[in-house]
């Protein structure tokens, strides 16, 4: 009947299905985003060992996807990247490589990846766009992840200049949402925050947060983010990658997310910042002008509602959360 109605089935796998992104992407097709003719496979490393290229192409085999979202990576706060830089080089070069090569080899029309405005040079002017991600070195603090995300799109355009493959990437600034890592040592900085309330809140105790508080992000909220990358798949023919956060105008310092989170969770307690913990970068303003020029009406959440919303879901699933 699909193929009747002149819709080509697409079978979409997603790979890092149940982490941040892919749980908000499998969320957005259920409620509603999903189109008729789209089958989705969310896996996990539990399905296969990305970094072992026999299991990555069996997975690919299996479930003969005809488009790819790559989620798939090794990943962690800034405080995990300072201690293992090698491991995070090593782990997603071998992950990408497989996805990237599993798809060519089994006919994938289309693979998008998701890669980080963290991978982007240190030294550089702002705001950042698409065209500086290869203009310098990335910041010590994450240099293997950053040069491990860098050569996907070095591999994109591999891809389609020696075989036409419509291999392309995504550039999130900070995601943030349900499912995410709230783990207070390892995970990124939003989470462990919301973390780090919620204990001092049941605790009574003052909160701690690591660093001056200046340091600015872009956060852009998980299921904003999911509706974005199916667009993406189903419309963005560029294999050039292309920047999906919220403007510039946007930007919040950490101390403005703490307070965020502070009034969501209604803590009452004192704020502490303890200075001798690294702040990392200090700035990554990106611009989303490329986005805007495609989608100049796309609605964001509110930063504090999606942090209201993140909050409520971390206090109900307390239990099961990644932490």
């Known amino acids: 009947m699909t193929e009747a109605a002149g819709l080509v089935p697409k079978r979409i796998l997603v790979t890092g299905g149940t982490g941040l992104v892919g749980k908000a992407i499998e969320k957005v097709v259920a409620d509603g985003e999903g189109r008729p003719g789209e089958e989705w496979i969310f896996v996990s490393s539990r399905d296969a060992d990305l970094t072992n290229a026999t299991e990555t192409k069996a997975l690919f085999e299996q479930h003969k996807p005809t488009h790819v979202i790559h989620l798939a990576a090794m990943v962690g706060g800034l405080f995990k990247n300072i201690r293992y830089n090698?491991?995070?080089?090593r782990r997603n070069v071998h992950i990408n490589d497989n996805v990237l090569h599993s798809a060519y080899e089994t006919g994938v029309q289309k693979v998008v990846s998701c890669l980080s405005t963290c991978i982007f040079p240190d030294k550089t002017t702002y705001p950042i766009d698409e065209s500086m991600?290869?203009?310098?070195p990335?910041?010590?603090s994450n240099f293997g992840y950053s040069y491990a995300k860098r050569m996907i799109d070095v591999q994109n355009r591999g891809y389609f200049e020696q075989h036409g493959c419509?291999?392309?990437?995504?550039i999130p600034t900070n995601v943030f949402g349900p499912h995410d890592n709230f783990n207070i040592e390892d995970g990124h900085v939003l989470p462990g925050l919301i973390h780090k309330v919620y204990l001092a809140k049941q605790t009574g105790s003052a909160l701690t947060i690591w660093g001056t508080?200046?340091?600015r992000r872009q956060f852009i909220y998980s299921l904003d983010l999911a509706r974005l990358f199916l667009w993406v798949l189903r419309e963005y023919d560029e294999v050039e990658p292309i920047i999906l956060s919220v403007g510039e105008e946007d930007e919040v310092?950490?101390?403005?997310a703490a307070e965020a989170i502070v009034e969501a969770m209604d803590f009452r307690g004192e704020l502490v910042f303890d200075t001798t913990k690294a702040d990392g970068q200090f700035k990554k303003t990106a611009s989303n002008a490329k986005l805007r020029c495609y989608l100049?009406?796309?609605q964001f959440t509110p930063f504090r509602q999606a942090v209201k919303e993140t909050c409520a879901w971390f206090s109900t699933n307390y239990a099961d959360a990644r932490k």
């Open 86 to 89: 090698l491991d995070f080089w």
């Open 133 to 136: 991600i290869h203009n310098g």
């Open 138 to 140: 990335p910041h010590s």
């Open 166 to 170: 419509r291999f392309t990437a995504v």
């Open 213 to 215: 508080g200046k340091p």
């Open 253 to 256: 310092s950490i101390r403005e």
């Open 296 to 298: 100049p009406n796309f």
